[in-house]
């Protein structure tokens, strides 16, 4: 695929008007995604979509007339989102972490469960959700059975109260809870490692948390110790760039991963730029 094929925003026709998606965006022929935008009915005047993807749940709940915050972390998923409702006055696309949504601010929150990302990021949504409920608000959930839908069904349950296995569709489910009773604060969220020399710090749901992954290793191990400016694409945390800086005359991190930047922001601090990007795109 040429750089120029992935970059391409390709509208989507749905009901009610048209979405983009191109490569590296998630929501697409998504059955979780599908399912929950089929299935999800409208409480009250003001939404929230903590897991919008190309955004299938957030055009869903708009057509229902509600005013709707798309908070989103993968900058690929966020030019899709603001060229599909760039012309919307009820949809608001925000870049944040799902656990950091301001409390007491959304009827409605959806939520398509963030399980590639691991359980601990999956809590912290489900608790940024809850956070983010008025009292008596609906949590609207989706996912696959096969990974977890039932023990974060569980969780949510424990957090808000009521909860109604609304639709099952082979292994995906659809379910809906209602807020009955306050929500616990949050705690620490930030962890750290170390490597070597090196130490790490991370957000949840980041890729090779906790440990720097194999091949990161043996490429540190294989580059010269004298380097000119260096490119660090698909960045993540740092886990190159952080022992790579030495050696450097100037380095450039991208990461498509809002948790990702905000690590290597962590990481590098004023050494290095650090930017949110789909691959080239900044």
């Known amino acids: 695929m040429t750089l120029e094929a992935y970059h391409t925003l390709r509208p989507i026709p749905v009901a009610g008007g048209q979405l983009y998606s191109k490569p590296g965006a998630r929501g697409l022929a998504d059955p979780a995604y599908e399912l929950l935008a089929q299935h999800i009915e409208p409480f009250g005047q003001t939404a ?12 869903a709940l708009a057509q229902q007339g509600m005013a709707v915050q798309a908070l989103e972390t993968s900058r690929a998923c966020l030019r899709c989102l603001e060229a599909s409702f760039a012309a919307s006055s009820q949809i608001r696309v925000v870049r944040g972490l799902p656990w950091e949504s301001p409390t007491g601010v959304a009827d409605l929150v959806a939520l398509v469960l963030p399980a590639h990302r691991g359980s601990r990021y999956v809590m912290l949504s489900l608790l940024g959700a809850a956070r983010a409920m008025l009292l008596g608000g609906r949590l609207w959930i989706a996912g696959n059975k096969d990974k977890g839908f039932e023990p974060y069904f569980k969780a949510a349950q424990e957090l808000l109260g009521f909860g109604l296995l609304v639709e099952r569709k082979g292994p995906f489910r659809v379910a809906v809870l ?21 130490r790490f710090a991370y957000l949840p749901g980041v890729f090779s948390a906790g440990q720097l992954d194999p091949g990161s290793a043996m490429l540190l191990e294989a580059l010269p110790p004298e380097l000119g400016h260096v490119l660090d694409i698909g960045g993540g945390y740092g886990a190159l760039s952080l022992p790579l800086l030495e050696r450097a005359q100037s380095l450039t991190l991208l990461e498509d991963d809002w948790p990702s930047v905000l690590s290597a922001q962590q990481n590098l601090g004023q050494q290095a730029s650090v930017l949110h990007s789909d691959v080239d795109e900044a």
């Open 178 to 198: 209602e807020k009955e009773k306050p929500t616990p604060k949050l705690g620490e969220v930030w962890e750290n490692f170390q490597w070597k020399r090196w």
């Open 48 to 59: 929230l979509d903590l897991n919008p993807g190309i955004g299938l749940v957030t055009h």
